[in-house]
């Protein structure tokens, strides 16, 4: 069955910093790969995808992430990190299923920056 | 460009009652896919609907139904909600041409008493 690791739930990150949240997937196929961002109360905001191509990509914030086929691995990195980064981070796998894609999300990583 | 609506913002029910939260998909998009999140948990897959049709469903009960209208708008409905039923609902909208990620909305906070 698919699913998504996110093995730490809090990181706290001073603001300047480098940050990694880390992301590991279980797929059989060549996967489709998300993260998304949650401020409190709100919905999810993508930052970055890979469907092929370029192992490493680019987001929106100055977010990126490289995928790692041997270590099931697609992990989310910004060089500095701002205070307004502070948020809950979700890494998704898309499953797709007679043309149709869903989500398969991991149990999140809440970032907290200190000042 | 409106993005994905969903109505209400928050509810609250009792047990036992029915709910319909409804969802407006972002302008040129056609497939609406519904989303649980309890609290401090990833979204959780509900089901798709697609030109009207249910097309995937996750690991929910019957209780849990939904509808999509012709102009892409969709409702999702529970009935006798239980405890366990209190959650971040969340509305994604895409384009089944398209390779394109899944677009959220604001969700519909429901709790139950």
């Known amino acids: 069955a698919q699913s998504v690791t996110q093995p730490d739930i809090h990181i706290t990150v001073s603001e300047g910093a480098s940050l990694e949240l880390r992301c590991n997937y279980s797929y059989g196929a060549t996967p489709y790969l998300f993260w998304y961002v949650q401020s409190p109360g709100q919905g999810l905001q993508l930052l970055l995808k890979?469907?092929?191509?370029?192992?490493l990509v680019q987001g929106i914030k100055g977010f990126e992430a490289e995928f790692k086929r041997s270590q099931s691995s697609f992990n989310l990195r910004k060089p500095s990190v701002h205070w307004s980064d502070a948020a809950e981070y979700f890494c998704?796998?898309?499953?797709?299923?007679?043309?149709?894609?869903?989500?398969?999300f991991g149990t999140g990583t809440r970032l907290l920056v200190s000042p | 460009d409106a993005g994905v609506t969903q109505s209400p913002t928050h509810l609250i029910k009792t047990r036992g009652q029915q709910v319909t939260l409804r969802c407006s998909p972002k302008?040129?998009?056609?497939?609406v896919s519904w989303y649980q999140q309890a609290l401090g948990q990833g979204p959780q897959f509900i089901f798709q609907?697609?030109?009207?049709?249910?097309?995937q469903r996750g690991n929910f009960p019957d209780r849990f139904s939904g509808h999509q209208f012709p102009n892409y708008s969709s409702e999702l409905n529970v009935n006798a909600l239980l405890l366990g039923d209190s959650a971040l609902y969340l509305c994604?909208?895409?384009?089944?041409?398209?390779?394109?990620?899944?677009?959220f909305g604001d969700g519909t906070r429901l709790s139950i008493l």
């Open positions: 302008s040129g998009h056609d497939t």
């Open positions: 609907y697609y030109e009207e049709e249910e097309r």
């Open positions: 994604a909208s895409s384009s089944y041409s398209s390779n394109q990620p899944q677009h």
């Open positions: 998704a796998v898309g499953v797709r299923n007679t043309g149709f894609q869903k989500l398969v």
């Open positions: 890979y469907f092929s191509g370029d192992t």
